[in-house]
Structures are given as C-alpha cells and as structure tokens.
C-alpha cells in the first residue's frame, strides 16, 4: 500500500519537472527570438551609419619621371692597331750660326802680336855716362827656366801626330792644325749666342808648354768671362808633347792662340 502511494507521488512529482521542463524551452526560444531580432536591428543601424558616414578618400599622382634615351649600344669588333713608336726630332734653333772659326796667329816679333795680346813689360833703365866699355861684363847664358816663344825656340815641341816631321816650319803648321780642330771639337760655340752676344767675337788665350810636354798656365782674355772659362777649359784639353828644346835642352815654350767667332 505504502508502495502504491510512492510510485503516485513520484507520477506527480515527474509530471511537475515535465511541465517546468516545457516552459524553460518556450521561455528559451523566446528570448533566442528577441536576441536575433535585437541583434539584426542594431546590424542594420550599423550598416546604415556606415552608408550615412562620409570618408575622404585622397588621390596621389606621382610626378612625372623624364626619361632619357640613351643611344643604342654598337658592338663593334675592335682590332688594336699596331703601336708605332714616335720619332724623336732634333730640335733646330732659329738663330742660323755659322762653325767656329778657329785661327791660329803665330807670332813673328813683339811687332806682329795683338795690342789685346798678353804683353810683356819692358822697363827702360838710365844709361850712367860714366860707365867704360871695360866696365861692361860678359855676357851670360840665359837662365833655362825663362820661358822662349814659339817663334823663337830652336826646336818647336812635336804634337802627337806631327812625329814624322824634320823640319819647324812643318811642325809648326802640324801642330796649329791639330789644335785648330780640337778648338772646333770642344769649344761650345753656342755659348756666345746663349750670352746674348752677335758678330765677331774674339778671344785671345795663352799658354806654357813645360819641360815636360804638359800645357799649363792658361790665361785667357774674352768679352764676358764665361767665354772666358771656356776657352781656358778647351786648351786644357791638348794633350802632352814632345817639350821644345833649346841648345838641345828641354825648356818652356809659350804659345799664343787667337780664338775667333762669328755669331750670326
């Protein structure tokens, strides 16, 4: 009995769960429906806002950008040409000038020898009236160290070349030869332009032949002292000789050359 009267409270008590089960789910498809309608309202103003609003859109135009057209490349096939060296040219002054003219004066006497020459100095002395002709004393030999000149030596010296000469005439004319040309070979005879000088010019230079053949003490007088240096440093240039020789000893013999250029 007691049975009977659970099993139909637990029927009442299903039913009841049932009916409250039920009305959850109308109350829950309800509010889906006001959720839905809510939402698609409030999409829609959204939507319409967005129509309403305005935007400012802007626009950018980039600059034109000058194109510049570079020609075509050309490819061409490139043969080297064979190099050829230059050709150096002498360089031919303007100024025409004519060779050195070398001339050698021998001098005879004291007479024939240039007033611009290097003279000796003669001193004059009293005579005293009172001297006898047996107060004269004898004449003596000269000192062999006084130097003769060219002119006047016994035996001229032999320039290297001349050997084969017997006689002073030839040797003389020998040995003028051969200096002449060394003048001509060593003497800078644009040197005279290069001082600015032109027409003649004369230069006179004198030298000692020693005891032993060398060429020394060399004076020269010039117009400017460069012609000067270079004549002496031509002279210099003659080689040694066979000395000159006086009562069959060696002496010093002095040589007069006279320089001559003609600048154009």
């Given amino acids: 009995m007691n049975f009977l009267k659970k099993s139909h409270s637990n029927v009442g008590q299903n039913d009841t769960t049932v009916k409250t089960?039920?009305?959850?789910?109308v109350n829950l498809q309800k509010n889906s429906t006001l959720y839905f309608q809510v939402g698609l309202i409030l999409t829609l103003l959204a939507v319409y806002g967005m129509f309403e609003m305005q935007f400012q859109s802007k626009t950018y135009t980039p600059e034109p950008i000058a194109l510049v057209q570079e020609p075509p490349l050309i490819y061409v096939n490139y043969i080297p040409e064979p190099v050829v060296e230059p050709v150096l040219e002498k360089k031919v002054?303007?100024?025409?000038?004519?060779?050195?003219?070398?001339?050698l004066t021998l001098i005879d006497d004291n007479s024939g020898r240039n007033d611009n020459a290097l003279?000796?100095?003669?001193?004059?002395?009293?005579?005293?009236?009172?001297?006898?002709?047996?107060?004269?004393?004898?004449?003596?030999d000269l000192d062999d160290d006084v130097p003769v000149h060219f002119i006047a030596v016994e035996q001229v010296p032999i320039y290297p070349g001349c050997e084969g000469l017997d006689t002073n005439a030839e040797r003389r004319a020998c040995m003028s030869a051969k200096i002449s040309k060394l003048i001509n070979r060593k003497f800078d005879a644009d040197l005279a332009s290069d001082l600015g000088l032109s027409g003649r010019q004369n230069i006179y230079v004198q030298f000692k032949i020693d005891k032993i053949g060398n060429v020394v003490d060399i004076k020269a007088k010039a117009p400017?002292?460069?012609?000067?240096?270079?004549?002496?440093?031509?002279?210099?240039?003659?080689?040694?000789?066979?000395?000159g020789k006086q009562r069959e000893r060696n002496v010093e013999v002095i040589y007069m050359l006279p320089i001559r250029l003609q600048v154009q």
Avoid at 227 to 239: F, Y
């Fill in 21 to 25: 089960s039920h009305k959850h789910d």
């Fill in 93 to 103: 002054q303007s100024k025409s000038k004519e060779l050195l003219a070398v001339k």
């Fill in 119 to 140: 003279e000796d100095v003669i001193v004059e002395l009293p005579i005293d009236p009172t001297l006898t002709p047996g107060d004269i004393p004898d004449v003596v």
């Fill in 224 to 243: 400017h002292y460069r012609l000067q240096r270079e004549a002496v440093r031509t002279v210099s240039n003659i080689p040694q000789m066979i000395p």
